[in-house]
């Protein structure tokens, strides 16, 4: 029993060390009209619902300067002209993507229960695919189940 209170003992001891390193690089920011920030930016492929992120390109351009805030959480910055069209926010940018094929299924076994999923192509010409539980998209695409 001893050994086990020493483990735990320990494993409490290396946790609150490593919350206090990430808690020291947290914290809410908050920027000033004027301040000189970063863009971070992500070009990204829509694959059903998963976002796929491209490879090698950079995650932040800029230095541009703050105009003004907007809410707490959006600036307006000035930007150059070829990136004027990221402005204004919008509620809603993503795009429904409606499910192509069903190309295969297959039974996947966890903690004992079955879980049948379904390859989905989403885009014929990229062949962008995903595997989905089989129920969720019978629920959604009941017309690519209709030929069973």
Known sequence: ???????????????????????????????ETG???????SQTTV???????KKLIPKFIGLYQILHRKIPIA???????QLERLHNIRDELSVELPAALIENTRVKELRGKSIRLVKV?????????????????REQFPHLFSNE
């Open 35 to 41: 301040d000189h920030v970063f863009l971070r930016v």
């Open 47 to 53: 694959v059903g619902r998963a976002l796929r992120a």
């Open 121 to 137: 192509i989403w885009d014929s010409i990229t062949g962008d695919t995903t595997w989905e539980l089989e129920d969720r998209m």
């Open 75 to 81: 600036y307006e910055l000035a930007l150059p002209p």
């Open 1 to 31: 029993m001893k050994q086990v209170e020493i483990i735990q003992r320990r494993l409490r001891a290396t946790q609150s060390r490593q919350k206090s390193y990430v808690n020291r690089c947290r914290g809410p920011l908050e920027f």
